[in-house]
């Protein structure tokens, strides 16, 4: 089922990333973590949708979404970053295999943390976050998703890294297996995955590579 749904603001929450507030269709229900096939409702790009992830919570009145802009594929993020208060897009229902399954350690890569954004928001709203880490990995601290919202919920157990610039405050590393097992102790909890394709193979051979159960170990398939 696809929705006609409107933009009703859209702000920067980096150099090229925009945070979207759209209408909520009645109909439409999510888990934290589950995407859906956003495009914009007019006759270039009607048939162009991408899978985005809700970043707002089950219970909101309203959709958000936290968007890269790729300028250079010419695709539907570009023009979605240009799009005014009252355009029209198109919400389809959920879908997706990532969904929280208990306390564990989150590690994303770029824009890989939008999955894990309604998950944290909704364990915060339960107070119900002690138990998790996260581990987040950009290129610069300039390029870091929501950084003060994840520094307040995850206090010293948010560990941001920074893999081309960095400063005080975040590490200079790639997320490698040395780097998991300096920063984590225990290896039995569940570990949640979500970035580039490249980065998630590395990331989820070190893990398994450090005894991390298949079972343990969750990702978007
Ligand atoms: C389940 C799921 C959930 C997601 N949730 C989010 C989210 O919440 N927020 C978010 O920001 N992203 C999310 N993504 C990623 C998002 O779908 C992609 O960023 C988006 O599809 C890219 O769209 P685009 O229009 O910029 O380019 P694309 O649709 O990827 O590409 C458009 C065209 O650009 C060209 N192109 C492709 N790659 C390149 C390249 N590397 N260099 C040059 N040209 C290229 C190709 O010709 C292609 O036809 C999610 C992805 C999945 C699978």
Redesign the pocket.
């Known amino acids: 089922m696809t929705y006609p749904v409107k933009l009703l603001m859209s702000e920067f929450v980096t150099h090229d990333?925009k945070r979207f507030i759209v209408e909520r269709p009645p109909n439409l229900n999510y888990e934290p973590g589950q995407?859906v096939e956003l495009a914009i409702n007019d006759p270039k790009w009607k048939n162009a949708g991408?899978?985005?992830?809700p970043?707002s919570l089950k219970e909101d009145k309203v959709l958000e979404?936290?968007?890269?802009r790729?300028s250079?594929?010419?695709?539907?993020?570009?023009k979605l970053h240009t799009l005014k208060a009252g355009a029209e897009l198109l919400v389809s229902d959920s879908f997706?295999t990532l969904t929280y399954q208990g306390p564990g350690v989150f590690i994303a890569g770029g824009?890989g943390i939008?999955?894990f954004l309604a998950m944290i928001r909704q364990l915060s709203e339960q107070g119900s976050l002690t138990n998790h880490t996260l581990i987040f990995t950009n290129k610069s601290p300039a390029d870091i998703i929501c950084e003060k919202e994840l520094r307040f919920h995850f206090k010293e157990r948010c560990i941001l890294t920074c893999t081309d610039s960095s400063s005080a405050g975040y590490n200079h590393r790639l997320v490698t297996k040395e780097f998991l097992k300096e920063k984590i102790s225990d290896f039995s909890q569940r570990f949640y995955t979500c970035g580039p394709p490249p980065f998630m193979k590395a990331v989820n051979q070190a893990l398994t590579e450090l005894g991390v159960s298949p079972d343990a170990l969750l990702f978007?398939t």
């Open positions: 990333v995407g991408r899978a985005f992830t970043a979404f936290v968007i890269k790729y250079d594929h010419h695709g539907i993020t570009d997706g824009s939008t999955p978007d």
